[in-house]
């Protein structure tokens, strides 16, 4: 067996504004420390003291939501060759298949599930068929997930997208529609208590608005299928010749007007364009 090297990564912890923030977030949860349980002991799962003050007689109890990407040649250290030989074999480049992990831990039960007959129970306490029908896992955590766990694993990739992950990856919108069931399960474990979800800064936990300008979505040339854009050009009013030109996306809440449905904006169309509004502005402001 021989030790395979791999590169060394570098954070920035010390950075200023990670330490900024850092202290911001220091302070915030101290306070809300005051309505938690304090944990020890050997399993650190021991109430070593309860909350210092309540909130409406509830306790807050601090869910933690993480995730995790394991590819199938992650963490490739070792490797066997025949006695004797000195080469050393070539090292997969290939990540491999992937797994994506997204979770949520309570810090009372650890791992936001709930058994059968529990959830059997909750349900029928609940007081109509209507809210027993609304906590139902929707569509997304029906599919990819089950209805008595929180956490979802999915494969990604191109090769496995499906009807709810038409990219193949996990984006912010589906920890949106995983957190739905996750708060319902949340109330079923944690009767009385209000949960206290907290998220990292991951880019993935973002989402774009609906109409926001993507390069993917604009063309080079002209044809292809892309999205209908307008131009929008702003004046003002005391900067006569400062010109603000904006594309936005047209969308089923902001559609084209029929002025402006003149097709998508190519980049052949639009040096004509900037011209004719650059022309329409300096004349304005003789």
């Not at 997304?140 to 997930?145: E, S």
């Not at 999915?154 to 990856?169: C, E, N, Q, R, W």
């Not at 944690?190 to 990292?200: K, M, V």
């Not at 402006?260 to 364009?273: C, D, Y």
């Amino acid at each position: 067996m021989s030790n395979l090297l791999h590169s060394r990564y570098v954070d920035g912890h010390e950075r200023e504004d990670v330490v900024k923030d850092r202290e911001r977030y220091c302070a915030e949860i101290k306070v809300y420390r005051q309505f938690m349980n304090e944990y020890g002991g050997d399993s650190l799962m021991d109430v070593v003291r309860g909350p210092k003050i309540l909130l409406n007689d509830m306790r807050i109890v601090l869910v933690s939501h993480d995730e995790s990407v394991l590819h199938q040649n992650d963490g490739t250290r070792w490797s066997y060759r025949e006695k004797g030989h000195e080469n050393m074999p070539l090292q997969q480049k290939a990540m491999g298949a992937g797994l994506h992990v997204s979770g949520f831990l309570s810090e009372d039960i650890g791992v936001i599930e709930i058994s059968e007959d529990k959830w059997r129970r909750y349900l029928e306490s609940l007081p109509s068929d209507e809210a027993r029908q609304a906590a139902q896992p929707n569509e997304f955590h029906a599919a990819l997930g089950s209805p008595l766990q929180a956490n979802i694993k999915v494969l990604i990739g191109k090769a496995h997208a499906t009807d709810f992950m038409p990219s193949g990856y996990w984006t912010g919108e589906h920890v949106l529609k995983q957190l739905e069931h996750a708060v319902t399960l949340f109330e079923a474990t944690h009767p009385n208590c209000i949960g206290l979800f907290q998220f990292d800064n991951s880019t993935g936990h973002s989402k774009l608005a609906e109409d926001a300008l993507l390069t993917s979505n604009l063309g080079l040339n002209p044809g292809g299928q892309v999205s209908r854009t307008r131009l929008l050009i702003l004046f003002s009013a005391s900067r006569p010749y400062f010109i603000t030109c904006r594309f936005l996306l047209a969308s089923a809440q902001r559609p084209l007007r029929p002025q402006e449905a003149r097709g998508t904006i190519r980049t052949s169309s639009l040096k004509l364009a900037m011209s004719f509004f650059l022309t329409s502005a300096v004349t304005r402001t003789r």
